[in-house]
């Protein structure tokens, strides 16, 4: 029964552990949102500064997963080059070591007064970042009461037959005892966790210091496994390029770390005993491999480049290719791949209004079908980033990650409106101009030219808005309403000229030609409203409506 009540215990603490440290890092990521994210993205520039950066927000957030699916989402949209991403994982990995060499010290002290303040800035705040640094304030003091009552769960079990016998045969195995923790590790999502459980086990002398070395690299590898199993490559191994490539690095460090560790007695003497020589140990491991493959980075890079190679799949331009459910659990990283995602219906938008203008002006036969297919394709775009944003955990979501959301769904939405006006329309004037075969004259096929690529001057200029938030260019976007007006109302008065003249011939392809002038003024007004319109609108330079007040 004792036994029974010893079990339960630990595996309360050691949830209550993993809560902790899960509170520290949702508060941290729902505090700063998409600026952590923007912030890793500019600072990477370099192998070095890419070594710090993944460790300063590794430290911060308290998880090298959530850090390297940043990193993912970056190399992949091509924003970080492979090279400073491996650089910024072997930062990440050191980074983890931090949080683990504060809680040697034992500051179980400070656990009541964290708690206490985080309440406090929880409960008397509204939502926003003051609260959501609360919240982590709370998971950090609960992260010390957890590792202080498996400390205290510890002490009456150095003298357990069972738990003695165990551990001395893993320590007689420490293949078997690397595997074991690798597993631990990889079940708990927590690197930071498992090594504190080790610490407790050495700090009793339940673990000796082969046994509690083992562990810690089994640890440190086990924490690089659940990327790989559990990231997802959307059909693209090119994807798994950083994942993989910093399990490369955690394998050969194990290797290494498992063969020289019957030689280790002088270093166990060098790192002291206990928790600290375990906290110690875990440093020094992941400053030796970040010593050893920082200078190699660039054929290292090479060699998975070689051995993960991009795939596209040109036939199947419906298939999302950036949104990654494991992406989920990092709100910063969800809303990357989904903007990521909105911005690839703009390329399909572009090539179809190309194929549009060669169905009008009828030089290819085959144009109008091909872009019906590429606006179905937009449409199944639209509703798989609509879903994967709707699905999203609202309450994981800062204020600024809320509007990030609203304005991706904005210009997803508008994009697919777009695209349906110009299959609804453009497309179905393509096909009566070949029903009736009627032709443009040399004038409106001139103009009809111009208007056309105006209108994808307007899609680049939309797409770039999106990313940049420009007010300046948004306010030269809206305006381009005004020059569709002019346009249309042009084309209206020459239209009366021919009623006026007699040509009724000519009047009916006037009449269709300014048919097709609206829906290229409808297919340019959702491009406004897609990406200028929600800019202005948070700058306050837009109207309610466009009536002058009554008198």
């Known amino acids: 029964m004792r036994e029974l009540q010893v079990l339960i215990a630990f595996g309360g603490f050691v949830a209550l552990l993993l809560w902790g440290v899960r509170m520290v890092q949702t508060g941290v990521q729902r505090a700063f949102g998409k600026s952590l994210g923007l912030w890793m993205n500019r600072a990477m520039g370099s192998p070095s500064r890419a070594f710090g950066t993944g460790l300063l927000v590794t430290a911060a957030i ?4 959530a850090t390297g699916l940043m990193i993912t989402g970056f190399a992949l949209d091509g924003l970080v080059p492979l090279v400073p991403g491996l650089a910024a994982m072997l930062g990440a990995n050191v980074g983890t070591t931090l949080i683990v060499q504060a809680l040697a010290f034992d500051p179980t002290a400070l656990a009541p007064g964290l708690i206490l303040a985080g309440v406090w800035m929880f409960r008397h705040y509204e939502p926003g970042r003051t609260r959501d640094l609360g919240r982590a304030l709370i998971g950090l003091g609960l992260l010390l009461l957890a590792l202080h009552q498996l400390v205290t769960l510890f002490e009456p079990l150095q003298k357990a037959p069972l ?14 005892a690397l595997a074991v923790s690798a597993a631990l590790t990889w079940a708990s999502h927590s690197s930071v966790a498992v090594v504190v459980l080790i610490m407790s086990l050495a700090h009793h002398g339940l673990a000796p210091p082969e046994l509690a070395y083992a562990l810690v690299l089994g640890a440190n590898l086990g924490t690089a496994v659940n990327p790989v199993l559990e990231g997802g490559d959307n059909g693209n191994p090119a994807a798994r390029r950083v994942p993989m490539g910093n399990l490369g690095t955690r394998i050969a460090g194990g290797l290494l770390g498992l063969t020289l560790l019957p030689w280790s007695g002088p270093l166990m003497t060098a790192l002291g005993g206990g928790a600290h020589g375990v906290a110690n140990f875990h440093l020094l491991f992941n400053l030796t491999v970040a010593a050893c493959f920082l200078p190699v980075l660039r054929p290292y890079a090479r060699l998975l480049q070689w051995l993960l190679p991009p795939r596209t799949d040109p036939h199947d331009p419906a298939r999302p290719q950036y949104l990654d459910e494991s ?25 179809s209004l ?10 290819d036969p085959r144009a109008a079908g091909q872009a019906r297919y590429l606006n179905g394709a937009i449409s199944q775009l639209d509703r798989a980033v609509t879903t994967y944003l709707a699905t999203q955990d609202q309450e994981s979501l800062s204020a600024e990650d809320a509007q990030y959301l609203k304005s991706i769904l904005t210009f997803s939405m508008n994009i697919a409106h777009a695209a349906d006006v110009s299959g609804m329309g453009l497309l179905g004037h393509a096909s009566r101009l070949h029903k009736q075969h009627w032709a443009l004259d040399a004038e409106q096929r ?3 030219v111009e208007v056309l690529a105006r209108l994808q001057r307007n899609l680049r200029q939309a797409a770039a808005l999106f990313v940049s938030g420009d007010r300046t260019v948004a306010r030269a976007l809206a305006f381009e309403k005004e020059h569709f007006r002019d346009l249309e109302a042009r084309a209206a008065e020459r239209h009366l000229e021919r009623i006026k003249t007699g040509h009724i011939a000519a009047a009916d392809i006037s009449a269709f030609y300014l048919e097709i002038l609206r829906d290229a003024g409808g297919v340019n007004a959702c491009l406004v409203n897609a990406a200028a319109y929600p800019i202005l609108d948070r700058h306050g330079e837009l109207r309610p409506n466009r009536l002058r007040k009554s008198e």
Not at 62 to 65: A, L, N, V, Y
Not at 338 to 346: I, N, P, V
Not at 354 to 363: F, S
């Open 446 to 448: 001139t103009e009809l």
């Open 163 to 176: 738990l003695g016998s165990t551990l001395l045969a893993l320590t007689d195995a420490p293949v078997i």
């Open 62 to 65: 308290q998880s090298s997963t």
């Open 327 to 351: 992406a989920r659990e990092v709100p910063a990283v969800a809303l990357g791949q989904a903007a990521r995602e909105a911005l690839r219906l703009t390329d399909l938008l572009r090539e």
């Open 354 to 363: 190309r194929l549009t203008e060669q169905a009008l002006l009828r030089e």
